[in-house]
């Protein structure tokens, strides 16, 4: 069964505190991932799209990475702005125009 | 604010009310989604309209009834819905094949079924 698993569930820190937060996944053919900011009471906020392995993107104080198990979302010195929860969703290439997001990790920084 | 407007924000509506929520987007996007998201959940699919053409129904309820009149709006039709309803209904669009094209969400309007 094709899954998405986010760790850790929440996370807080300290104002330039740096840390990663994960997303695994296990789909039959990988077209991409995802991964959005959601405020609450809002709708989700893409972030980034990964395609491949071994592919970085990044954006301010937040950079993703994938491998063929797994996403990173690496958070370089976050300020309390950064507070949010952060879902990772991932395309099947067999699948049609759908996501399947994983449970999130709110993130907490605080000043 | 997001390019993709959902209206109302709120609704309370009671189990034997009709009510309808309304999606619009003017970005050019020829796939525009419904989901539904409960607190503390990720948001789950419930349709997906292709070229005004409903593709995607995941097994959702015949109290909702998806419409999607032209290619920039999108409506839900809602009748004799269950308080396990209520919940968070996001809209969503994007360009059809979806590989270089995220999806855009609106801010979602916060349904609660009395």
């Known amino acids: 069964e094709d899954q998405v698993t986010q760790s850790p569930e929440a996370l807080r820190l300290q104002e330039g505190e740096s840390s990663s937060l994960n997303c695994s996944y296990t789909?039959?053919?990988?077209?991409?991932l995802f991964w959005y900011r959601q405020d609450p009471g809002k709708g989700p906020e893409f972030l980034f799209t990964l395609y491949s392995a071994g592919e970085e993107k990044e954006k301010e104080r937040l950079k993703a990475t994938l491998t063929k198990k797994e996403s990173f979302l690496h958070i370089t010195a976050p300020k309390p702005e950064d507070s949010a929860t952060y879902l990772c969703?991932?395309?099947?290439?067999?699948?049609?125009?759908?996501?399947?997001f994983g449970t999130g990790t709110r993130l907490t920084v605080i000043p | 604010d997001t390019e993709v407007t959902q209206t109302p924000k709120h609704l309370v509506m009671g189990m034997t009310n009709k009510k309808s929520l309304k999606c619009e987007q003017h970005m050019g996007h020829r796939a525009m989604y419904w989901y539904k998201q409960k607190a503390k959940k990720p948001p789950e699919l419930m349709f997906v309209?292709?070229?005004?053409?409903?593709?995607i129904n995941e097994s959702v309820p015949s109290r909702f009834s998806p419409e999607c009149p032209n290619s920039s709006l999108l409506n839900l039709h809602l009748h004799a819905l269950q308080p396990e309803d209520s919940a968070l209904y996001l809209c969503?669009?994007?360009?059809?094949?979806?590989?270089?094209?995220?999806?855009?969400f609106g801010n979602g309007t916060r349904l609660t079924v009395t």
């Open positions: 309209y292709s070229y005004e053409k409903l593709s």
């Open positions: 969503a669009s994007s360009q059809v094949g979806f590989l270089n094209s995220p999806l855009h």
């Open positions: 969703a991932v395309q099947e290439t067999a699948g049609a125009n759908n996501l399947f």
């Open positions: 789909v039959s053919g990988l077209r991409g």
